[in-house]
């Protein structure tokens, strides 16, 4: 079985400008998640897809952040423009149909803001 | 505020030597818990998952265990090895709508030959 895929795996931009990234989750998943992770703390959840609807998106900061998921199947997050403090690692992750199931994770994108 | 609490922060430990990491939250309404390892530079891999009426689970040398009373849980390494060596966090799911999942900040192993 396929894992969740994720590309850039790196990513260095300048302060302002604009970045996407790109996740594939395993077939079938339902649910879709983007986590922020900044150095030597857990991640947190910008965004849950249910299908290809926002299920909770209450930690996303919507003036830089969006997020799609069109069809239901790959989901891209664009950050514009970005900030020194945007640099973390950006996890992609997806379950069968909810939370209560098991999460598998990509390998995330390390996002460098200069 | 629903909050997922690990200790220690980062541990030190020699090959072979077993070791115990706690998580304490104040997630309510509790659905289950889930301890995660993380190597450095991959997304996270699910070890366990625990519900309410769980209070040990094992997966290899991996033991969790749950008391839903205290809200504490810990995970316990049993003659750990150099791959061992990664973060380790505790999830919490939080009952309801859908299933909010909050994540502690990990404890970092180091396991040195």
């Known amino acids: 079985e396929a894992g969740v895929a994720q590309s850039p795996r790196y990513k260095i931009i300048e302060k302002r400008q604009s970045v996407a990234f790109w996740c594939n989750p395993i077939?079938?998943?339902?649910?879709l998640y983007w986590y922020q992770q900044i150095l030597g703390q857990g991640p947190k959840l910008l965004i849950q897809f249910q299908n290809n609807g926002v299920v909770d998106d209450s930690q996303l900061p919507k003036d830089r952040f969006s997020a799609e998921r069109l069809k239901g199947v790959d989901s891209t997050l664009k950050i514009q423009p970005a900030k020194l403090e945007d640099s973390a690692v950006y996890l992609c992750a997806s379950s069968i149909s909810g939370p209560t199931d098991t999460q598998y994770f990509g390998p995330g994108t390390r996002l460098t803001v200069l | 505020k629903n909050q997922v609490e690990q200790s220690p922060q980062s541990l030190i430990i020699l090959e072979g030597k077993n070791c115990t990491l706690q998580?304490?939250?104040?997630?309510?309404?509790?659905?289950?818990l889930r301890w995660y390892k993380q190597d450095t530079g991959r997304g996270p891999v699910s070890l366990t998952i625990m519900t309410f009426s769980e209070n040990t689970k094992s997966n290899g040398r991996y033991t969790a265990t749950l008391d839903a009373d205290t809200k504490q849980s810990s995970l316990h390494i049993t003659a750990s090895q150099l791959s061992d060596s990664a973060s380790y966090i505790c999830v919490v799911s939080e009952k309801g709508g859908y299933n909010k999942l909050i994540f502690g900040a990990g404890t970092r192993l180091a396991v040195h030959p």
């Open positions: 077939s079938g998943h339902a649910t």
């Open positions: 998580c304490n939250y104040t997630v309510s309404p509790f659905s289950n």
